[in-house]
């Protein structure tokens, strides 16, 4: 894009005037913005992309679903997060340059890359965000721990007592010897091993988090410091583990009031199923917003999300319980098409099945 164009092009947009291919022009403009923003990410070792091969392909499409609430209208043509962020800069600077509107462009699609990256994530994957949100809080709460930024990425350190005044890991040469940055990286088999023998489960994240880094303290062949992605993957790592194993060695035998209770529970599932089918039917099949195939698929997925929540998996996600039924949908198609009526019903079934439960208990 020739930069004597996108001033203009701003301005046309945020007063409506715009054509198609305007409009596609200023779109390709951010998401190449976000898929720059996305590829960096990678680069740094940030996983951004799921289980596919075209990771490349991939990126594109979760670039477009970063930017693509940006582009919604109020159904008169106009964009009214565009016309806020904008206009009021417009206005204050009517001679503003080109360059600067890039730099706020850029600046509008990074924030706005990072939301949705950050709600794509929590749906794909509800247990790493609690553990991430858990780690920054912590970090945030605790006098031990500290944190600095390098390279797009965020790590963590034990202080263990020194006096960081301004604290700056580049500038000052007596903090880059305490962290050891000329050592080698941890690696990942040794650090397991290490929080294995220190793991205890009854521990809070906060306890489990200095007990490792005061562990990497303690390893003075290598880096006194550790990325918050190792921290979050080591912690999923250990805990699984340790629930398999106690699961394995737990012997719990139902009794018969087990039984009862178990199966007293599984009923009201299909008491509220029922209730659930009479909404889907009249609000949704009546009127034609699904058709018959659809109402079907939304009603084993949302009988999957009560179990769920019997299981206690109450912070499962919508989107896969959906995708069970339908392999090709897209967070795309699922944000788009699907998300608004979907999680609608499963929190009406949550909330009646958890009435029944209250009425049991």
């Given at each position: 894009?020739?930069?004597?164009?996108?001033?203009?092009?701003?301005?046309?947009?945020?007063?409506?005037?715009?054509?198609?291919?305007?409009?596609?022009?200023?779109?390709?403009?951010?998401?190449?913005?976000?898929?720059?923003?996305?590829?960096?990410?990678?680069?740094?070792?940030?996983?951004?992309?799921?289980?596919?091969?075209?990771?490349?392909?991939?990126?594109?499409?979760?670039?477009?679903?970063?930017?693509?609430?940006?582009?919604?209208?109020?159904?008169?043509?106009n964009f009214p997060q565009l016309k806020k962020?904008?206009?009021?800069?417009?206005?204050?600077?009517?001679?503003?340059?080109?360059?600067?509107?890039?730099?706020?462009?850029?600046?509008?699609?990074?924030?706005?890359?990072?939301?949705?990256?950050?709600?794509?994530?929590?749906?794909?994957?509800?247990?790493?965000?609690?553990?991430?949100?858990?780690?920054?809080?912590?970090?945030?709460?605790?006098?031990?721990?500290?944190?600095?930024?390098?390279?797009?990425?965020?790590?963590?350190?034990?202080?263990?007592?020194?006096?960081?005044?301004?604290?700056?890991?580049?500038?000052?040469?007596?903090?880059?010897?305490?962290?050891?940055?000329?050592?080698?990286?941890?690696?990942?088999?040794?650090?397991?091993?290490?929080?294995?023998?220190?793991?205890?489960?009854?521990?809070?994240?906060?306890?489990?988090?200095?007990?490792?880094?005061?562990?990497?303290?303690?390893?003075?062949?290598?880096?006194?410091?550790?990325?918050?992605?190792?921290?979050?993957?080591?912690?999923?790592?250990?805990?699984?583990?340790?629930?398999?194993?106690?699961?394995?060695?737990?012997?719990?035998?139902?009794?018969?009031?087990?039984?009862?209770?178990?199966?007293?529970?599984?009923?009201?599932?299909?008491?509220?199923?029922?209730?659930?089918?009479?909404?889907?039917?009249?609000?949704?099949?009546?009127?034609?917003?699904?058709?018959?195939?659809?109402?079907?698929?939304?009603?084993?997925?949302?009988?999957?999300?009560?179990?769920?929540?019997?299981?206690?998996?109450?912070?499962?996600?919508?989107?896969?319980?959906?995708?069970?039924?339908?392999?090709?949908?897209?967070?795309?198609?699922?944000?788009?098409?699907?998300?608004?009526?979907?999680?609608?019903?499963?929190?009406?079934?949550?909330?009646?099945?958890?009435?029944?439960?209250?009425?049991?208990?």
């Amino acid at each position: 894009m020739n930069n004597v164009e996108l001033t203009d092009l701003v301005r046309i947009i945020c007063a409506g005037t715009y054509s198609q291919a305007q409009l596609v022009q200023f779109i390709n403009l951010t998401q190449k913005i976000s898929l720059g923003y996305l590829k960096y990410q990678e680069v740094t070792g940030k996983r951004i992309s799921g289980e596919r091969m075209e990771t490349e392909v991939e990126l594109e499409d979760l670039a477009i679903d970063c930017i693509a609430e940006l582009f919604s209208g109020d159904g008169e043509g106009n964009f009214p997060q565009l016309k806020k962020y904008y206009e009021p800069k417009l206005e204050e600077n009517p001679s503003i340059t080109d360059p600067e509107v890039l730099i706020l462009t850029r600046r509008l699609v990074v924030r706005k890359t990072k939301q949705e990256l950050s709600r794509i994530f929590r749906e794909r994957d509800p247990e790493g965000a609690k553990i991430v949100r858990n780690i920054k809080v912590a970090i945030r709460s605790s006098e031990k721990l500290n944190v600095f930024h390098d390279m797009g990425k965020e790590f963590v350190f034990y202080k263990n007592g020194i006096d960081l005044g301004d604290f700056d890991p580049d500038d000052s040469d007596r903090i880059s010897l305490y962290l050891r940055k000329s050592s080698p990286p941890i690696p990942e088999d040794v650090l397991h091993a290490r929080f294995i023998d220190i793991y205890n489960p009854n521990d809070s994240v906060s306890s489990s988090i200095r007990k490792l880094l005061k562990a990497v303290y303690n390893l003075e062949d290598y880096q006194n410091y550790l990325s918050v992605d190792i921290v979050v993957k080591l912690l999923r790592r250990v805990k699984f583990d340790a629930f398999r194993e106690r699961l394995q060695s737990e012997e719990h035998v139902l009794t018969p009031v087990d039984h009862i209770e178990s199966k007293e529970i599984e009923s009201y599932v299909g008491v509220v199923m029922d209730s659930i089918w009479t909404k889907i039917e009249s609000q949704y099949l009546l009127t034609g917003k699904l058709s018959t195939d659809k109402a079907q698929i939304y009603n084993n997925a949302l009988r999957d999300v009560l179990f769920d929540l019997i299981q206690k998996k109450d912070n499962s996600s919508y989107f896969r319980n959906l995708k069970y039924y339908l392999p090709e949908l897209t967070q795309r198609e699922y944000r788009q098409e699907e998300r608004s009526v979907f999680e609608y019903l499963a929190k009406v079934a949550k909330k009646e099945f958890r009435k029944h439960l209250k009425e049991l208990f």
